[in-house]
């Protein structure tokens, strides 16, 4: 059976767990921080999660394990059509997480947790938010999925991306990210409907504050 490392506030956690819900796999969970420890390092070489441990070894990084469970488990497929559909899909996934995540991510700490960022790094933020929801406008076809009719790993990752994004965007520069990309909010609207995704989001929140204990314990 699988294994997965890593706890559930983590959005990047939550893709793994929708994704092997979606495919209806059996899996068992693990709940650990990120850490720096011998024993996690010798399974995540960044200490990082996810992690996946797999009867051929151990995955990281999101996308990659997104990939081969794809792979490994083809029955409702995460990255269908042909050679250039799946390659679509893969490009969605990355504007995603490059464009919408990753600088979202530098000002998390001011948009939840209350400590400031300083002027020069929300500016940038801001500048790459506008950049890359555009961009993503430009690529996607919410129709009503990323790449068309069939739910896949792309409205995986922008879900647990977009939603963050916007809160960035409204908490600290008062912004309604979404409206910039037709089709979005709608989107990130269905898949909140879900009753797999309903359920993260519950468990999310009742990991929270175990989290929270866990940050005033280590700060």
Do not use: W
């Amino acid at each position: 059976m699988l294994t997965l490392y890593g706890f559930d506030v983590s959005n990047y956690f939550n893709m793994i767990k929708l994704a092997l819900a979606i495919k209806g796999i059996d899996y068992k969970t693990v709940i650990l921080y990120p850490n720096q420890s011998a024993e996690y390092l010798s399974k995540s070489p960044m200490g990082k999660v996810p992690a996946l441990e797999t009867e051929d070894g151990i995955l990281t990084e999101t996308n990659v394990i997104l990939e081969y469970l794809d792979e490994a488990y083809p029955d409702k497929p995460l990255y269908p059509g042909n050679t250039f559909e799946k390659a679509k899909i893969r490009e969605l996934v990355k504007m995603a997480e490059l464009y919408l995540e990753l600088p979202a991510r530098r000002c998390h700490s001011e948009a939840f947790f209350g400590q400031k960022v300083d002027e020069l790094t929300k500016k940038e933020v801001k500048r790459a938010l506008y950049k890359g929801i555009e961009g993503l406008a430009r690529c996607a076809q919410f129709n009503p999925y990323l790449a068309g009719e069939q739910l896949t790993a792309a409205d995986i990752v922008f879900l647990y991306s977009a939603d963050l994004a916007a809160a960035v965007a409204k908490k600290l520069f008062a912004i309604d990210l979404l409206e910039m990309a037709p089709g979005a909010k709608q989107l990130l609207s269905q898949l909140n409907q879900r009753e797999d995704v309903i359920k993260i989001a519950d468990d999310r929140k009742l990991a929270n504050v175990a989290f929270q204990k866990y940050l005033a314990s280590h700060s």
